[in-house]
């Protein structure tokens, strides 16, 4: 079961998995480095939330960035990552199919303390496009949805949310499964399949 307080992330974990409140979560593996990402988002002045599981920091009525933990590392996504210049060149893309690079990723705790002028400094960047109501340009790549998952996503807010927040190679891949379904019947089914996956922030083949 997915948590809903932003306490149990940090002393429990998210709750995707069977790793779930045991020492073997990844949040317990990098709890000193997640817990410095937080001070540091909140203390910019981002309100905390739990999202999809996740310490989420919005601003301006908008999804600034998300904290996630894996095995071998953990990370601060970008929501609007196609905005951010990227000085530094830090960002990176979370998979091939992602379009834009949208997260920094780290691989040691005591990373955080050595990148937090950076850090801060992204963050208020989205931050201000955030007060501004600038958006990324229109992305021409976005995928061809089937009538069902336009239908299903105008009726299910929550779902509508869970999806847009996607990478855009997350958003095709389950264009591509439920376009790949010739019967309207089967496209119904694989989207009521996919629901938990599309809140849980997965593409189509994810695990």
Known sequence: MMITDIEDYFTRGCGRCELF?????????????????????????L????????????????NIAIIGALRNDFR?????????????????RQGPNTRHADMIR???????ERMEPVIRSYLSEAMDY???GVKPP??????DLPRE????????????????????????????????????????????RFRDKIIAGKGAKER
């Open 21 to 45: 409140d045991t020492p073997d979560c990844s949040t317990r593996r990098w709890n000193a480095g997640l817990k410095m990402l937080r001070e540091i988002c909140r203390s910019t002045g």
């Open 47 to 62: 309100d905390e939330t739990v999202k999809w599981a996740h310490p989420c920091y919005r601003h301006a009525n908008r």
């Open 76 to 92: 601060l996504s970008f929501m609007n990552a196609a905005l951010l210049k990227d000085p530094q060149g830090v960002l990176e």
């Open 106 to 112: 780290f691989t040691s705790d005591d990373a955080v």
């Open 130 to 132: 955030a007060e501004k």
């Open 138 to 143: 229109k992305d021409d790549s976005e995928p």
């Open 149 to 192: 998952l336009s239908d299903a996503l105008d009726a299910d807010p929550e779902l509508a949310e869970a999806f847009y927040a996607l990478t855009v190679g997350r958003r095709r891949s389950y264009a591509i499964a439920l376009n790949a379904a010739k019967q309207v019947e089967t496209r119904v089914k694989r989207i009521a």
